[in-house]
Protein backbone atom coordinates (compact mmCIF):
# COMPACT_ATOMS: atom_id res chain seq x y z
CA UNK A 1 0.00 0.00 0.00
CA UNK A 2 1.45 3.31 -1.00
CA UNK A 3 1.98 5.63 2.08
CA UNK A 4 0.48 8.83 2.82
CA UNK A 5 3.44 10.89 2.85
CA UNK A 6 4.47 9.21 -1.43
CA UNK A 7 0.17 10.98 -2.04
CA UNK A 8 1.65 13.68 -0.38
CA UNK A 9 4.37 14.46 -2.23
CA UNK A 10 2.71 13.43 -5.84
CA UNK A 11 -0.28 15.63 -4.80
CA UNK A 12 2.39 18.77 -4.35
CA UNK A 13 3.93 18.20 -7.05
CA UNK A 14 1.08 18.07 -9.17
CA UNK A 15 0.46 21.05 -7.45
CA UNK A 16 2.91 23.31 -8.44
CA UNK A 17 2.83 22.95 -11.94
CA UNK A 18 -1.08 23.89 -11.69
CA UNK A 19 0.20 27.02 -10.09
CA UNK A 20 2.37 27.55 -12.97
CA UNK A 21 -0.58 27.72 -15.05
CA UNK A 22 -3.26 29.99 -12.49
CA UNK A 23 -4.99 26.71 -11.59
CA UNK A 24 -5.29 27.28 -7.75
CA UNK A 25 -6.05 30.71 -8.12
CA UNK A 26 -9.84 29.55 -8.24
CA UNK A 27 -9.69 26.73 -5.67
CA UNK A 28 -8.23 29.44 -3.50
CA UNK A 29 -10.82 31.85 -3.78
CA UNK A 30 -13.91 29.45 -3.35
CA UNK A 31 -15.40 30.39 -0.31
CA UNK A 32 -16.45 26.73 -0.50
CA UNK A 33 -13.01 25.61 -0.15
CA UNK A 34 -12.10 23.80 2.94
CA UNK A 35 -9.77 24.99 4.42
CA UNK A 36 -6.89 22.51 4.49
CA UNK A 37 -7.50 22.89 0.77
CA UNK A 38 -6.59 26.09 1.00
CA UNK A 39 -3.61 25.76 2.99
CA UNK A 40 -1.95 22.78 0.63
CA UNK A 41 -2.68 25.00 -2.41
CA UNK A 42 -0.85 27.80 -0.64
CA UNK A 43 1.40 25.85 0.06
CA UNK A 44 2.17 24.55 -3.69
CA UNK A 45 2.38 28.14 -4.92
CA UNK A 46 5.11 29.01 -2.79
CA UNK A 47 7.75 30.68 -4.98
CA UNK A 48 5.78 30.24 -8.60
CA UNK A 49 4.39 32.74 -10.40
CA UNK A 50 0.86 32.32 -11.83
CA UNK A 51 -0.83 33.95 -14.65
CA UNK A 52 -3.38 36.59 -14.97
CA UNK A 53 -5.96 34.01 -16.84
CA UNK A 54 -6.25 30.48 -15.91
CA UNK A 55 -4.84 27.61 -18.35
CA UNK A 56 -6.73 24.47 -17.04
CA UNK A 57 -6.05 21.83 -19.97
CA UNK A 58 -2.59 23.38 -20.33
CA UNK A 59 -1.72 22.13 -16.59
CA UNK A 60 -3.47 18.51 -16.92
CA UNK A 61 -2.04 18.00 -20.26
CA UNK A 62 1.76 18.97 -18.61
CA UNK A 63 1.00 16.56 -15.36
CA UNK A 64 0.52 13.70 -17.77
CA UNK A 65 -1.20 11.17 -19.27
CA UNK A 66 -3.28 10.57 -16.30
CA UNK A 67 -4.39 14.07 -15.56
CA UNK A 68 -5.24 14.42 -19.17
CA UNK A 69 -7.66 11.81 -18.95
CA UNK A 70 -9.00 12.88 -15.18
CA UNK A 71 -9.20 16.60 -16.86
CA UNK A 72 -11.30 15.19 -19.16
CA UNK A 73 -13.72 13.54 -16.69
CA UNK A 74 -13.75 16.68 -14.73
CA UNK A 75 -15.10 19.17 -17.63
CA UNK A 76 -18.46 17.36 -16.70
CA UNK A 77 -18.37 18.74 -13.24
CA UNK A 78 -18.89 22.35 -13.69
CA UNK A 79 -19.83 21.67 -10.16
CA UNK A 80 -16.74 20.91 -8.71
CA UNK A 81 -14.64 23.20 -10.82
CA UNK A 82 -16.06 25.71 -11.67
CA UNK A 83 -17.94 27.33 -15.01
CA UNK A 84 -14.46 28.73 -16.24
CA UNK A 85 -12.68 25.61 -15.27
CA UNK A 86 -14.95 23.26 -17.44
CA UNK A 87 -15.63 24.82 -20.70
CA UNK A 88 -11.56 25.59 -20.43
CA UNK A 89 -11.19 21.78 -19.81
CA UNK A 90 -13.29 20.88 -22.49
CA UNK A 91 -10.24 22.15 -24.79
CA UNK A 92 -7.83 19.15 -23.61
CA UNK A 93 -6.06 17.95 -26.46
CA UNK A 94 -5.50 14.54 -25.55
CA UNK A 95 -2.02 14.41 -27.53
CA UNK A 96 1.18 13.25 -27.05
CA UNK A 97 4.52 12.34 -28.71
CA UNK A 98 4.26 9.09 -30.53
CA UNK A 99 6.50 5.89 -28.67
CA UNK A 100 8.72 4.41 -30.96
CA UNK A 101 6.96 1.81 -33.51
CA UNK A 102 9.60 -1.06 -32.66
CA UNK A 103 7.66 -1.26 -29.40
CA UNK A 104 4.38 -0.98 -31.34
CA UNK A 105 5.28 -4.12 -33.32
CA UNK A 106 6.56 -6.16 -29.92
CA UNK A 107 3.07 -5.13 -28.27
CA UNK A 108 0.88 -5.89 -31.50
CA UNK A 109 2.79 -9.16 -32.13
CA UNK A 110 2.92 -10.26 -28.07
CA UNK A 111 -0.93 -9.88 -28.01
CA UNK A 112 -1.17 -12.28 -30.97
CA UNK A 113 1.68 -14.30 -30.43
CA UNK A 114 2.05 -13.75 -34.34
CA UNK A 115 4.51 -11.93 -36.20
CA UNK A 116 2.98 -8.96 -37.52
CA UNK A 117 3.34 -9.57 -40.94
CA UNK A 118 0.60 -12.60 -40.44
CA UNK A 119 -1.70 -10.03 -39.75
CA UNK A 120 -1.18 -7.26 -42.13
CA UNK A 121 0.39 -6.42 -45.46
CA UNK A 122 1.97 -3.53 -44.77
CA UNK A 123 1.46 -1.36 -41.52
CA UNK A 124 2.50 2.57 -41.79
CA UNK A 125 5.18 3.42 -39.06
CA UNK A 126 4.34 6.92 -38.46
CA UNK A 127 1.00 6.88 -36.71
CA UNK A 128 -1.62 9.45 -37.18
CA UNK A 129 -2.81 9.78 -34.00
CA UNK A 130 -1.40 9.36 -30.48
CA UNK A 131 -3.08 10.13 -27.61
CA UNK A 132 -2.35 9.74 -23.47
CA UNK A 133 -3.88 5.88 -23.76
CA UNK A 134 -2.97 4.68 -27.02
CA UNK A 135 -1.89 5.22 -30.43
CA UNK A 136 -3.43 4.93 -33.93
CA UNK A 137 -1.49 3.50 -37.50
CA UNK A 138 -3.04 2.99 -40.88
CA UNK A 139 -2.33 -0.73 -42.01
CA UNK A 140 -3.38 -3.00 -45.03
CA UNK A 141 -4.76 -6.41 -43.90
CA UNK A 142 -3.73 -9.57 -45.90
CA UNK A 143 -6.90 -9.51 -47.86
CA UNK A 144 -6.39 -5.97 -48.91
CA UNK A 145 -8.50 -4.16 -46.68
CA UNK A 146 -7.28 -0.38 -45.49
CA UNK A 147 -8.18 -0.20 -41.55
CA UNK A 148 -6.93 1.99 -38.66
CA UNK A 149 -5.13 -0.41 -35.94
CA UNK A 150 -5.21 1.07 -32.19
CA UNK A 151 -2.59 -0.07 -30.15
CA UNK A 152 -2.42 0.37 -26.04
CA UNK A 153 0.67 2.30 -24.84
CA UNK A 154 3.02 -0.35 -23.22
CA UNK A 155 3.60 0.95 -19.69
CA UNK A 156 0.92 2.95 -19.12
CA UNK A 157 -1.62 0.65 -16.91
CA UNK A 158 1.08 1.01 -14.01
CA UNK A 159 0.98 4.91 -14.34
CA UNK A 160 -2.36 5.72 -14.67
CA UNK A 161 -2.60 2.87 -11.83
CA UNK A 162 -0.49 4.55 -9.82
CA UNK A 163 -1.70 7.87 -10.20
CA UNK A 164 -5.29 6.83 -9.79
CA UNK A 165 -4.58 5.53 -6.19
CA UNK A 166 -3.31 9.01 -5.27
CA UNK A 167 -6.62 10.08 -6.78
CA UNK A 168 -8.68 7.98 -4.69
CA UNK A 169 -6.66 9.10 -1.61
CA UNK A 170 -6.94 12.69 -2.23
CA UNK A 171 -10.73 12.32 -2.90
CA UNK A 172 -11.49 10.33 0.13
CA UNK A 173 -9.88 12.94 2.59
CA UNK A 174 -11.43 15.73 0.69
CA UNK A 175 -15.25 14.12 1.33
CA UNK A 176 -14.41 13.16 4.77
CA UNK A 177 -14.07 17.05 5.11
CA UNK A 178 -17.75 17.13 5.13
CA UNK A 179 -19.91 19.64 4.26
CA UNK A 180 -19.97 20.66 0.15
CA UNK A 181 -17.06 18.76 -0.28
CA UNK A 182 -19.21 15.99 0.67
CA UNK A 183 -22.38 16.97 -1.22
CA UNK A 184 -20.24 17.26 -4.39
CA UNK A 185 -19.01 13.68 -3.87
CA UNK A 186 -15.75 13.72 -5.65
CA UNK A 187 -15.20 10.00 -4.44
CA UNK A 188 -17.92 9.09 -6.86
CA UNK A 189 -15.93 11.41 -9.63
CA UNK A 190 -12.59 9.41 -9.15
CA UNK A 191 -14.62 6.18 -9.24
CA UNK A 192 -16.15 7.00 -12.32
CA UNK A 193 -13.06 8.13 -13.67
CA UNK A 194 -11.55 4.62 -12.48
CA UNK A 195 -14.29 2.73 -14.66
CA UNK A 196 -13.75 4.89 -17.82
CA UNK A 197 -10.08 4.60 -17.76
CA UNK A 198 -10.33 0.68 -17.10
CA UNK A 199 -12.85 0.05 -20.28
CA UNK A 200 -10.09 2.65 -22.39
CA UNK A 201 -7.28 -0.03 -21.18
CA UNK A 202 -9.33 -2.57 -22.37
CA UNK A 203 -9.96 -2.50 -25.93
CA UNK A 204 -12.44 -5.08 -26.52
CA UNK A 205 -14.62 -2.89 -24.47
CA UNK A 206 -14.05 -0.31 -26.58
CA UNK A 207 -14.85 -2.45 -29.61
CA UNK A 208 -18.03 -3.65 -28.26
CA UNK A 209 -18.79 -0.66 -27.57
CA UNK A 210 -19.15 0.47 -31.14
CA UNK A 211 -20.23 -2.74 -32.01
CA UNK A 212 -23.39 -2.23 -29.73
CA UNK A 213 -23.50 1.62 -30.49
CA UNK A 214 -23.54 0.59 -34.36
CA UNK A 215 -26.34 -2.06 -33.98
CA UNK A 216 -28.60 0.75 -32.12
CA UNK A 217 -28.38 3.04 -34.97
CA UNK A 218 -28.09 1.01 -37.45
CA UNK A 219 -31.70 2.18 -39.14
CA UNK A 220 -30.61 6.09 -38.58
CA UNK A 221 -29.84 7.77 -42.06
CA UNK A 222 -26.58 9.50 -42.00
CA UNK A 223 -24.26 8.46 -38.67
CA UNK A 224 -22.71 5.14 -38.91
CA UNK A 225 -20.04 3.67 -37.04
CA UNK A 226 -16.86 2.03 -38.18
CA UNK A 227 -17.16 -2.11 -38.90
CA UNK A 228 -14.52 -3.53 -36.20
CA UNK A 229 -11.98 -6.51 -37.51
CA UNK A 230 -12.61 -9.11 -34.81
CA UNK A 231 -10.12 -10.85 -35.92
CA UNK A 232 -7.42 -8.48 -35.41
CA UNK A 233 -8.55 -7.25 -31.84
CA UNK A 234 -8.02 -8.16 -28.65
CA UNK A 235 -7.26 -6.42 -25.01
CA UNK A 236 -4.47 -4.33 -26.36
CA UNK A 237 -4.82 -4.07 -30.17
CA UNK A 238 -8.53 -3.01 -32.17
CA UNK A 239 -8.57 -3.00 -35.70
CA UNK A 240 -11.31 -0.87 -37.44
CA UNK A 241 -11.78 -0.17 -40.55
CA UNK A 242 -10.49 2.45 -42.12
CA UNK A 243 -12.59 5.66 -42.79
CA UNK A 244 -12.14 8.21 -45.04
CA UNK A 245 -13.22 11.49 -44.39
CA UNK A 246 -13.40 15.44 -43.71
CA UNK A 247 -12.67 16.47 -40.28
CA UNK A 248 -15.98 17.63 -38.80
CA UNK A 249 -13.98 20.68 -37.59
CA UNK A 250 -12.71 21.53 -41.12
CA UNK A 251 -15.39 24.04 -41.89
CA UNK A 252 -13.65 25.06 -44.91
CA UNK A 253 -13.10 21.90 -46.68
CA UNK A 254 -16.94 20.91 -45.75
CA UNK A 255 -18.32 23.78 -47.57
CA UNK A 256 -15.99 23.90 -50.82
CA UNK A 257 -16.56 19.97 -51.14
CA UNK A 258 -20.51 21.24 -51.38
CA UNK A 259 -22.15 19.96 -48.27
CA UNK A 260 -25.43 21.42 -46.64
CA UNK A 261 -23.87 22.98 -43.74
CA UNK A 262 -27.32 24.02 -41.79
CA UNK A 263 -28.80 20.02 -42.84
CA UNK A 264 -24.92 18.66 -41.32
CA UNK A 265 -25.80 20.67 -38.15
CA UNK A 266 -29.06 19.27 -38.07
CA UNK A 267 -28.02 15.88 -38.52
CA UNK A 268 -25.21 15.57 -36.23
CA UNK A 269 -27.92 17.24 -33.36
CA UNK A 270 -30.03 14.62 -33.82
CA UNK A 271 -27.92 11.65 -34.11
CA UNK A 272 -26.78 12.53 -30.61
CA UNK A 273 -30.13 12.62 -29.48
CA UNK A 274 -31.38 9.76 -30.72
CA UNK A 275 -28.46 7.46 -29.38
CA UNK A 276 -29.04 9.61 -25.88
CA UNK A 277 -32.81 9.57 -25.63
CA UNK A 278 -34.37 6.60 -27.88
CA UNK A 279 -31.64 4.61 -27.04
CA UNK A 280 -29.95 5.26 -23.71
CA UNK A 281 -26.43 4.18 -25.29
CA UNK A 282 -24.60 6.96 -26.42
CA UNK A 283 -20.67 8.59 -27.53
CA UNK A 284 -20.02 10.48 -24.97
CA UNK A 285 -16.89 11.83 -26.42
CA UNK A 286 -17.94 13.73 -29.60
CA UNK A 287 -15.10 16.29 -29.85
CA UNK A 288 -13.80 17.57 -33.43
CA UNK A 289 -11.41 15.14 -33.50
CA UNK A 290 -13.59 11.56 -32.93
CA UNK A 291 -16.44 13.26 -36.13
CA UNK A 292 -16.03 12.85 -40.00
CA UNK A 293 -17.94 13.79 -42.67
CA UNK A 294 -18.31 11.72 -45.95
CA UNK A 295 -18.70 12.50 -49.59
CA UNK A 296 -22.74 11.88 -49.30
CA UNK A 297 -22.96 13.36 -45.77
CA UNK A 298 -22.59 10.88 -43.26
CA UNK A 299 -21.20 11.61 -39.97
CA UNK A 300 -19.02 8.78 -38.95
CA UNK A 301 -17.44 8.62 -35.30
CA UNK A 302 -14.72 7.00 -33.94
CA UNK A 303 -12.98 6.52 -30.60
CA UNK A 304 -15.59 4.44 -28.46
CA UNK A 305 -13.60 4.71 -25.26
CA UNK A 306 -15.89 6.84 -23.12
CA UNK A 307 -19.93 5.85 -23.41
CA UNK A 308 -22.68 7.35 -21.61
CA UNK A 309 -25.87 4.91 -20.65
CA UNK A 310 -29.36 6.00 -19.18
CA UNK A 311 -31.51 3.66 -18.43
CA UNK A 312 -35.22 3.69 -19.85
CA UNK A 313 -37.14 5.33 -16.60
CA UNK A 314 -34.43 8.14 -16.45
CA UNK A 315 -34.79 8.77 -20.25
CA UNK A 316 -38.59 9.47 -19.81
CA UNK A 317 -37.54 11.96 -16.98
CA UNK A 318 -34.93 13.80 -19.38
CA UNK A 319 -37.13 14.42 -21.99
CA UNK A 320 -39.74 15.75 -19.61
CA UNK A 321 -37.19 17.53 -18.59
CA UNK A 322 -36.39 18.70 -21.49
CA UNK A 323 -39.96 19.43 -22.83
CA UNK A 324 -40.95 21.17 -19.89
CA UNK A 325 -37.79 23.84 -20.48
CA UNK A 326 -38.58 24.17 -23.60
CA UNK A 327 -42.36 25.11 -23.46
CA UNK A 328 -41.71 27.03 -19.82
CA UNK A 329 -43.70 24.05 -17.86
CA UNK A 330 -41.61 24.72 -14.78
CA UNK A 331 -44.24 23.30 -12.17
CA UNK A 332 -43.80 20.08 -14.54
CA UNK A 333 -39.87 19.96 -14.46
CA UNK A 334 -39.87 20.49 -10.71
CA UNK A 335 -42.15 17.64 -9.70
CA UNK A 336 -40.01 15.27 -12.13
CA UNK A 337 -37.04 16.20 -9.98
CA UNK A 338 -38.72 15.42 -6.90
CA UNK A 339 -40.14 12.38 -8.20
CA UNK A 340 -36.94 10.85 -9.31
CA UNK A 341 -35.28 12.03 -5.77
CA UNK A 342 -32.96 14.50 -7.30
CA UNK A 343 -33.96 17.33 -4.94
CA UNK A 344 -34.49 15.94 -1.58
CA UNK A 345 -38.38 15.77 -0.55
CA UNK A 346 -38.22 18.21 2.45
CA UNK A 347 -38.03 21.09 -0.32
CA UNK A 348 -40.68 23.03 -1.57
CA UNK A 349 -41.87 21.93 -5.50
CA UNK A 350 -42.86 25.45 -5.86
CA UNK A 351 -39.98 26.54 -4.34
CA UNK A 352 -37.83 24.87 -6.99
CA UNK A 353 -40.11 25.77 -9.62
CA UNK A 354 -39.77 29.28 -9.13
CA UNK A 355 -35.98 28.79 -9.17
CA UNK A 356 -36.40 26.92 -12.38
CA UNK A 357 -38.64 29.57 -13.99
CA UNK A 358 -35.37 32.24 -13.13
CA UNK A 359 -33.13 29.93 -14.91
CA UNK A 360 -35.40 29.27 -18.31
CA UNK A 361 -37.12 32.73 -18.35
CA UNK A 362 -34.30 35.12 -19.64
CA UNK A 363 -33.84 32.85 -22.64
CA UNK A 364 -37.54 32.94 -23.69
CA UNK A 365 -38.37 35.12 -26.86
CA UNK A 366 -34.46 35.80 -27.38
CA UNK A 367 -33.46 35.68 -30.96
CA UNK A 368 -32.05 31.99 -32.30
CA UNK A 369 -28.67 33.24 -32.01
CA UNK A 370 -28.69 33.95 -28.34
CA UNK A 371 -29.97 30.77 -26.83
CA UNK A 372 -27.87 27.81 -26.09
CA UNK A 373 -28.51 24.99 -24.05
CA UNK A 374 -25.13 25.12 -22.66
CA UNK A 375 -26.68 28.45 -21.25
CA UNK A 376 -29.62 26.53 -19.66
CA UNK A 377 -27.65 23.47 -18.43
CA UNK A 378 -25.22 26.18 -16.34
CA UNK A 379 -28.16 27.86 -14.96
CA UNK A 380 -29.53 24.59 -13.65
CA UNK A 381 -26.25 23.33 -11.89
CA UNK A 382 -26.34 27.38 -10.32
CA UNK A 383 -29.33 26.31 -8.05
CA UNK A 384 -28.45 22.36 -7.19
CA UNK A 385 -26.12 24.03 -4.29
CA UNK A 386 -29.61 25.72 -3.04
CA UNK A 387 -31.47 22.62 -2.87
CA UNK A 388 -29.10 19.88 -2.17
CA UNK A 389 -29.30 18.24 -4.90
CA UNK A 390 -26.76 15.51 -4.47
CA UNK A 391 -24.19 15.35 -7.98
CA UNK A 392 -25.89 12.40 -10.71
CA UNK A 393 -22.50 11.55 -12.10
CA UNK A 394 -25.01 9.98 -15.42
CA UNK A 395 -26.40 12.97 -16.04
CA UNK A 396 -23.41 15.12 -16.23
CA UNK A 397 -21.36 12.91 -18.75
CA UNK A 398 -24.57 13.90 -20.89
CA UNK A 399 -24.55 17.68 -19.91
CA UNK A 400 -21.06 17.18 -21.25
CA UNK A 401 -22.04 15.90 -24.60
CA UNK A 402 -24.40 18.41 -25.38
CA UNK A 403 -22.32 21.20 -24.76
CA UNK A 404 -20.00 19.37 -27.43
CA UNK A 405 -22.78 18.69 -29.84
CA UNK A 406 -24.14 22.43 -29.68
CA UNK A 407 -20.68 23.59 -30.03
CA UNK A 408 -19.62 21.40 -33.13
CA UNK A 409 -23.11 22.50 -34.93
CA UNK A 410 -22.42 25.84 -34.02
CA UNK A 411 -19.43 25.77 -36.18
CA UNK A 412 -21.42 24.32 -38.88
CA UNK A 413 -24.36 26.63 -38.57
CA UNK A 414 -23.90 29.80 -36.39
CA UNK A 415 -27.55 30.33 -36.87
CA UNK A 416 -28.92 26.92 -35.76
CA UNK A 417 -30.84 26.63 -31.84
CA UNK A 418 -31.06 23.88 -30.46
CA UNK A 419 -33.98 24.22 -28.41
CA UNK A 420 -35.42 24.57 -32.53
CA UNK A 421 -34.01 21.19 -33.73
CA UNK A 422 -34.53 19.27 -30.19
CA UNK A 423 -38.13 20.55 -29.76
CA UNK A 424 -40.17 18.22 -32.19
CA UNK A 425 -37.89 15.12 -31.57
CA UNK A 426 -38.31 15.21 -28.14
CA UNK A 427 -42.03 15.99 -28.41
CA UNK A 428 -42.70 13.27 -30.89
CA UNK A 429 -40.55 10.43 -28.48
CA UNK A 430 -43.00 11.53 -25.63
CA UNK A 431 -46.18 11.39 -28.05
CA UNK A 432 -44.89 7.84 -28.85
CA UNK A 433 -43.59 6.50 -25.65
CA UNK A 434 -46.41 7.77 -23.37
CA UNK A 435 -48.94 8.61 -25.84
CA UNK A 436 -52.01 6.81 -25.13
CA UNK A 437 -51.23 4.56 -28.04
CA UNK A 438 -48.33 3.68 -26.35
CA UNK A 439 -50.00 3.30 -23.15
CA UNK A 440 -52.04 0.87 -23.94
CA UNK A 441 -49.53 -1.26 -25.74
CA UNK A 442 -47.12 -0.59 -22.83
CA UNK A 443 -50.65 -2.57 -20.85
CA UNK A 444 -51.53 -5.25 -22.86
CA UNK A 445 -48.00 -6.77 -22.98
CA UNK A 446 -47.66 -6.23 -19.22
CA UNK A 447 -50.64 -7.80 -18.43
CA UNK A 448 -50.06 -11.05 -20.44
CA UNK A 449 -46.76 -11.25 -18.96
CA UNK A 450 -48.36 -10.86 -15.63
CA UNK A 451 -50.82 -13.98 -16.56
CA UNK A 452 -47.67 -15.96 -17.99
CA UNK A 453 -46.18 -15.19 -14.04
CA UNK A 454 -48.55 -15.47 -11.55
CA UNK A 455 -46.65 -17.22 -8.85
CA UNK A 456 -43.62 -14.33 -9.39
CA UNK A 457 -46.03 -11.32 -9.68
CA UNK A 458 -44.53 -9.91 -6.29
CA UNK A 459 -41.10 -9.97 -7.05
CA UNK A 460 -41.64 -8.96 -10.51
CA UNK A 461 -43.50 -5.87 -9.38
CA UNK A 462 -40.54 -4.61 -6.83
CA UNK A 463 -37.68 -5.31 -9.23
CA UNK A 464 -40.09 -3.01 -12.12
CA UNK A 465 -40.66 -0.33 -9.45
CA UNK A 466 -37.85 -0.19 -6.61
CA UNK A 467 -38.15 2.15 -4.07
CA UNK A 468 -35.18 4.32 -5.41
CA UNK A 469 -34.50 7.97 -7.26
CA UNK A 470 -33.65 8.05 -10.91
CA UNK A 471 -29.63 7.98 -10.53
CA UNK A 472 -28.33 4.51 -10.64
CA UNK A 473 -26.78 2.86 -7.55
CA UNK A 474 -22.92 4.14 -7.25
CA UNK A 475 -20.37 1.98 -7.65
CA UNK A 476 -18.81 0.42 -4.07
CA UNK A 477 -15.83 3.02 -3.41
CA UNK A 478 -12.05 1.46 -2.48
CA UNK A 479 -11.33 1.56 1.77
CA UNK A 480 -8.89 4.58 2.10
CA UNK A 481 -7.52 4.74 5.31
CA UNK A 482 -7.83 8.95 6.57
CA UNK A 483 -4.38 9.78 7.55
CA UNK A 484 -6.50 10.92 11.20
CA UNK A 485 -7.91 7.51 11.39
CA UNK A 486 -3.99 6.53 11.05
CA UNK A 487 -2.86 8.89 13.91
CA UNK A 488 -5.49 8.10 16.29
CA UNK A 489 -4.97 4.01 15.92
CA UNK A 490 -1.21 4.83 16.26
CA UNK A 491 -1.16 7.46 18.98
CA UNK A 492 1.00 9.80 16.57
CA UNK A 493 0.24 13.02 15.80
CA UNK A 494 0.74 15.34 12.83
CA UNK A 495 4.17 15.89 13.24
CA UNK A 496 5.76 13.40 10.69
CA UNK A 497 3.39 14.12 7.76
CA UNK A 498 3.94 18.28 8.45
CA UNK A 499 7.84 17.63 8.09
CA UNK A 500 7.51 15.13 5.27
CA UNK A 501 5.12 17.85 3.36
CA UNK A 502 7.59 20.74 3.64
CA UNK A 503 11.00 18.19 3.05
CA UNK A 504 9.10 17.44 0.31
CA UNK A 505 7.45 21.31 -0.67
CA UNK A 506 11.55 21.96 -0.62
CA UNK A 507 13.11 19.17 -2.67
CA UNK A 508 10.33 19.68 -5.31
CA UNK A 509 10.88 23.36 -5.17
CA UNK A 510 14.74 22.85 -5.66
CA UNK A 511 13.98 20.45 -8.29
CA UNK A 512 12.60 22.50 -10.23
CA UNK A 513 15.10 26.08 -9.78
CA UNK A 514 17.52 23.29 -11.25
CA UNK A 515 14.99 22.52 -14.15
CA UNK A 516 14.79 19.00 -13.21
CA UNK A 517 10.55 18.96 -13.61
Keep these: MTR ?8 LRWGRILAKHGALRGIERDPNTPAPVRRLCRIARLGTFQP ?3 DYAGAFEAIGPAAIKLGQALATRPDLVGEEAARNLLTLQD ?3 PVSFSLIRREIESSFGKPLEVLFASIEETPVGAASIAQVHRAVTTDGRTVAVKVIRPGIRDKLARDIETYEWAAAHLEALGGEAARLRPRLTIANFKRWTARELDLRREAASASELADAMKGYEGFRVPAVDWDRTNGRVMTQEWIAGTKISDTAALQSAGHDMPELARRLVLSFLTQAISHGYFHADMHQG ?18 GRIDRRARFWLAEILFGLT ?8 EIHFEAQYVPSYHSVDEFATALRAVGEPMRGKPVSELSVGQMLDGLFAITRDFDMQTQPHLLLLQKTMVMVEGLATQLDPSINMWDVSGPFVKNWIRDELG ?12 AQTLLRLPDLVRRIEERFPAKG ?4 PPPLPE ?17 YVLALLAGGAAVWGAQALGWF
Design 327 to 334: TGNYRRVA
Design 95 to 97: SLP
Design 52 to 54: DVP
Design 290 to 307: NLFVQDDGTVVAIDFGIM
Design 436 to 447: PEAAIAERLRED
Design 4 to 11: PTTHLLRL
Design 480 to 496: VELVWDRRARSGRGWGG
Design 470 to 473: GAPE
